[in-house]
T-cell receptor
Framework: AQSVTQLGSHVSVSEGALVLLRCNYSSSVPPYLFWYVQYPNQGLQLLLKYTTGATLVKGINGFEAEFKKSETSFHLTKPSAHMSDAAEYFCAVRRSGGSNYKLTFGKGTLLTVNP | DAGVTQSPTHLIKTRGQHVTLRCSPISGHKSVSWYQQVLGQGPQFIFQYYEKEERGRGNFPDRFSARQFPNYSSELNVNALLLGDSALYLC??????????????FGPGTRLTVT
């Protein structure tokens, strides 16, 4: 079974400050890892994904995440927060090598950006 | 190109009633997955369909059923609605059945309220 833990249900930063959203996963096989963003009353938008290869993954809107197998982590970062980054962020895991597309999501982290 | 579309956007039903939610995937995508997102939680996997066949099922009661049509659109049906079925129902489409990351694209969701 797979699971995802997102540390901190709510993170608040100032505009221009570093954004760090934490994600730890549990998987019995090498996983595929994803970060999604959800704006109010909208669906999910894929920010970035890790499948294989380079462990530092760059995504849209200046976000990046690093896969650390030894720490079973996939934290999301952005050097400088913008007001438009305020949203809910979800980390998700899917088992690799399988043909089932089931995503297992964390509970989400609400990011607030203060002016 | 149009993204994933879902209908209706909002729905209010009474306990015990039946509901049908609809999803049209991105053109060329043959796999559709359904997720339930209860307020304050991450999405939970309900079903995955590919080429009209069920390929995966989450931990949901038999009151939940789905099907996929020859044009790859899909319906999610829920019988005997309970208050706890109130949620945002998300549809996600992906290209096909393979062993890659199966990147999923989400629709805007259908907000179901059961009173």
């Amino acid at each position: 079974a797979q699971s995802v833990t997102q540390l901190g249900s709510h993170v608040s930063v100032s505009e221009g400050a570093l954004v760090l959203l934490r994600c730890n996963y549990s998987s019995s096989v090498p996983p595929y890892l994803f970060w999604y963003v959800q704006y109010p009353n909208q669906g999910l938008q894929l920010l970035l994904k890790y499948t294989t290869g380079a462990t530092l993954v760059k995504g849209i809107n200046g976000f990046e995440a690093e896969f650390k197998k030894s720490e079973t982590s996939f934290h999301l970062t952005k050097p400088s927060a913008h007001m438009s980054d305020a949203a809910e962020y979800f980390c998700a895991v899917r088992r690799s090598g399988g043909s089932n597309y089931k995503l297992t999501f964390g509970k989400g982290t609400l990011l607030t950006v203060n002016p | 190109d149009a993204g994933v579309t879902q209908s209706p956007t909002h729905l209010i039903k009474t306990r015990g009633q039946h509901v049908t939610l609809r999803c049209s995937p991105i053109s060329g995508h043959k796999s559709v997955s359904w997720y339930q997102q209860v307020l304050g939680q991450g999405p939970q996997f309900i079903f995955q369909y590919y080429e009209k066949e069920e390929r995966g099922r989450g931990n949901f009661p038999d009151r939940f059923s789905a099907r996929q049509f020859p044009n790859y659109s899909s319906e999610l049906n829920v019988n005997a609605l309970l208050l706890g079925d109130s949620a945002l129902y998300l549809c996600a489409s992906s290209v096909g059945w393979d062993r890659g990351p199966g990147e999923q694209y989400f629709g805007p969701g259908t907000r179901l309220t059961v009173t």
